[in-house]
């Protein structure tokens, strides 16, 4: 089975860092995606892990462990825009169909100016 | 970067009737296709994955004879929602994959679905 937890709303203060964790359990396990969607919009890719450690990008870094099951999402410096719903995603290879791609529910974050 | 497009962007139709939504990747070639289905303030549900040329593969619960899909060439994937009722209104996102390091895929602006 697979079952991806997020937390449902988080709020903070622009200007400031918020961190999105994500806990995961999938049979099989090839990446783990992040994604920001703004509301009645499309998600828009944001990073991709696949081995331990942090990834860089911008204000965006984003952190796995895979034996823990575990990544998060730091934004630094949250700017009003950041204002959205951030999903967490796995790609599961249990089924040999190693594309496909299984999405959490979803974080809603609020800016707060 | 990859583009993907939809088409419709929105459509509003009456119950009964059935509603094609196409799915493109403009510029490059995209061996698997998926669709995706998102009721308002829910993630994205997984619907099922199209590879061009053959069946697609329905995820479970998903009835396969109301969501048809055809996925007739690397560039262009259909999802047809055949007698659509009320509780089919939603928002359905399409994404295309591009094999490589990152398996990334790309998403389409997604349409909205309304039944009347």
């Known amino acids: 089975g697979q079952n991806i937890d997020q937390p449902t709303e988080m709020t903070a203060t622009e200007g400031a860092i918020v961190q999105i964790n994500c806990t995961y359990q999938t049979s099989g396990f090839n990446g783990l995606f992040w994604y920001q969607q703004h509301a009645g919009e499309a998600p828009t890719f944001l990073s991709y892990n ?3 450690g942090l990834e860089e990008k911008g204000r ?3 952190f ?3 034996s823990k099951g575990y990544s998060y999402l730091l934004l630094k410096e949250l700017q009003m825009k950041d204002s959205a719903s951030y999903l967490c ?3 599961d290879g249990s089924e040999n169909r190693d594309d496909k ?3 959490g529910k979803g974080t809603r974050l609020h800016i707060l100016p | 970067g990859a583009v993907v497009s939809q088409h419709p962007s929105w459509v509003i139709c009456k119950s009964g009737t059935s509603v094609k939504i196409e799915c493109r990747s403009l510029d490059f070639q995209a061996t698997t296709m998926f669709w995706y289905r998102q009721f308002p303030k829910q993630s994205l549900m997984l619907m099922a994955t199209s590879n061009e040329g053959s069946k697609a593969t329905y995820e479970q619960g ?5 969501f048809l899909i055809n996925h007739a060439s690397l560039t262009l994937s259909t999802l047809t929602v055949t007698s659509a009722h009320p509780e089919d209104s939603s928002f359905y996102i399409c994404s295309a994959g591009v094999r490589g390091l990152k398996n990334e895929q790309f998403f389409g602006p997604g349409t909205r679905l309304t039944v009347l």
């Open chain 1, 89 to 91: 995603a796995v790609r």
């Open chain 1, 50 to 52: 696949v081995l331990d």
């Open chain 2, 62 to 66: 998903v009835e396969k004879d109301k």
């Open chain 1, 60 to 62: 965006f870094s984003s």
């Open chain 1, 64 to 66: 796995l462990s895979r």
């Open chain 1, 101 to 103: 791609i299984i999405f």
